[in-house]
Structures are given as structure tokens and as C-alpha cells.
């Protein structure tokens, strides 16, 4: 059982917007501004989409964007694109010093 | 040139103890800005953060793994480490070498695959 709870799954057509929410408690994803996103498509490595709950690191299209209320924190994809089918996962920093990942979240592109 | 690159044995036999070794190619191991950790994920399966050392020696773990591993940094030789003891079939997993930059995973190791079988 996952620390932050996830859709198993979403979808969207191309051009569409989805949004994955990702929810903790008031001890990781409430406590800090510390979210981050994660893309993992087959065979590869998971690439940092999203960090401090809504920062894009150089090179991330501005289409994924991050958000936060409460205890839950969301990653929004805009203008849906073939490519963005994959598994994407939350991380949160916790207050024992420790990490928490969410179970993942499988996005279709249909 | 990937920044990380782990190693292992690949086959592990149970109750045996996993080694693995993460080589960075930069400097920014000896760095205050950042941890470095390792991260596991079964086949199929989801995410599992298995700890974080800071270049200070810090550690800190999963507690649900806490009492079986132990993560070592070895600056001089730009290496991290990872020891896992009394391995089962449910350690099997690709074991991925990070470095973490505000408490986010910023950069991954290709991963290197482990099974434990007899």
C-alpha cells in the first residue's frame, strides 16, 4: 500500500486536458511544499517532470503544470499529445525526513 | 555520458546479502546541494524509496526496509553504495541510483535489475 494515493488510471483524447491528483496527509503532501512529478514511459527511467509542487525543470513542456490544496497536490497536462502516454508518479517529502511515492497513475492517450 | 551508473550481480540467492554500486561522473557528489538514494521497482509494479545519504554521511531510510540496508557514500572514488541483507523474492526489482535536489529526484541511473532466486 502507497504512502500517497493515485488514480490507477486516466485518459484523454489528444488536444484534451487531464489532471492526476495525488493525496497524503497533513505529514507529507499537507506539511511541505515539497511535491514532485515523475513520467516513466516503458523500459525507461522516470524523467522529473515537476518539483516544489509546481516548477518545471528546464526542458519540460509548459503543458504539465502542478498544483496543490490541503493534502492533495495535482499535475494538470494540457493539449494532450500521443507521447504523453505513460505511468506518472507523485513524491512527497515527509516530516520523518523521509519520501513517499504515490502507487502511479496510468495515462492512455486515446 | 549518463551521470549515474549502477551496478550489481543481477542473480541474488536468498537470505544472501545485495550489493550494489551507483559511479557518478561529476563532481557534485562532494556537493552540500544535493542526497543521493536509491529507489526500487518490482516488475510491474510502482516506486519504492529505499533511502537517501547526504554528503555529510546522513542517513535515512525507508522504515520498512530500515533494519536490512545500509547506504554508503564514497566521495574519493565518486561512488554510491547500497547493502541490502537477507534478501528475499520480494526484493526482486530494478534498483535505481538518484540524486535528489529539493527534495525532488532529479536525476536517475539507467537501473540495474536484481532477482533472488535459488
Known amino acids: 500500500q502507497s504512502a500517497l494515493t493515485q488514480p490507477a488510471s486516466v485518459s484523454g483524447s489528444p488536444g484534451q486536458s487531464i489532471t492526476i491528483s495525488c493525496t497524503g496527509t497533513?505529514?507529507?503532501?499537507?506539511?511541505?511544499?515539497?511535491v514532485s512529478w515523475y513520467q516513466q514511459h516503458p523500459g525507461k527511467a522516470p524523467k522529473l517532470m515537476i518539483y516544489?509542487?509546481?516548477t518545471r525543470p528546464s526542458g519540460v513542456s509548459s503543458r504539465f503544470s502542478g498544483s496543490k490544496s490541503g493534502n492533495t497536490a495535482s499535475l494538470t497536462i494540457s493539449g494532450l499529445q500521443a507521447e504523453d502516454e505513460a505511468d506518472y508518479y507523485c513524491s512527497s517529502y515527509t516530516t520523518s525526513t523521509t519520501m513517499a511515492f504515490g502507487g502511479g497513475t496510468k495515462l492512455t492517450v486515446l | 555520458q549518463q551521470l549515474l551508473q549502477e551496478s550489481g550481480p543481477g542473480l541474488q540467492k536468498p537470505s544472501e546479502t545485495l550489493s550494489l554500486t551507483c559511479t557518478v561522473s561529476?563532481?557534485?557528489?562532494?556537493?552540500?546541494?544535493?542526497?543521493w538514494g536509491w529507489i526500487r521497482q518490482p516488475p510491474g509494479k510502482g516506486l519504492e524509496w529505499i533511502g537517501n545519504?547526504?554528503?555529510?554521511?546522513?542517513?535515512y531510510y525507508n522504515p520498512s526496509l530500515k533494519s536490512r540496508v545500509t547506504i554508503s557514500l564514497h566521495t574519493s572514488i565518486k561512488q554510491l553504495s547500497l547493502k541490502l541483507t537477507s534478501v528475499t523474492a520480494a526484493d526482486t526489482a530494478l534498483y535505481y541510483c538518484?540524486?535528489?535536489?529539493?527534495?525532488?529526484?532529479?536525476?536517475w541511473g539507467q537501473g540495474t535489475m536484481v532477482t533472488v532466486s535459488s
Open positions: 516544489d509542487v509546481s
Open positions: 561529476s563532481d557534485s557528489i562532494s556537493s552540500s546541494n544535493y542526497y
Open positions: 538518484v540524486r535528489l535536489w529539493s527534495w525532488a529526484f532529479d536525476i
Open positions: 545519504i547526504y554528503y555529510s554521511g546522513s542517513t
Open positions: 497533513s505529514s507529507d503532501v499537507g506539511a511541505y511544499n515539497y
